[in-house]
């Protein structure tokens, strides 16, 4: 079992930024794809940004240049520092642990933080 906490969410400016944090109960980045997804009101969750147990990233095409995913794998705490925030980014992100071994996969989820851009 993984437990995924995360913080740093708050309301802020158009053209701001924050950096949330993902914090891991136990060590689990060696052998865990890590992510952010972000869901809005009356949408899906989707994909923000991957890092995978080799350090690997992945962004999503509307974050890209402006959002940047990484981890501190002593403090087993994966980040996302968000910058030239938009309205449209508004959303709940969640951290995301997922490994797959053969044909199991496992997927531990966090209670999600919320993210509000407004003027």
């Known amino acids: 079992q993984v437990h995924l906490v995360e913080s740093g969410g708050l309301l802020v400016q158009p053209g701001g930024s924050l950096r949330l944090s993902c914090a891991a109960s136990r060590s689990i980045f060696s052998i865990y794809a890590m992510g952010w997804y972000c869901q809005a009101p009356g949408k899906q969750r989707e994909l923000v940004a991957t890092s995978t147990s080799v350090g690997s990233t992945n962004y999503a095409e509307s974050v890209k240049c402006r959002f940047t995913i990484s981890r501190d794998d002593a403090k087993n705490t994966v980040y996302l520092q968000m910058d030239s925030l938009k309205p449209e980014d508004t959303a709940v992100y969640y951290c995301?642990?997922?490994?797959?071994?053969?044909?199991?996969?496992?997927?531990?989820w966090g209670q999600g933080t919320q993210v509000t851009v407004s003027s």
């Open positions: 995301n642990a997922h490994r797959r071994v053969g044909a199991a996969t496992y997927d531990y």
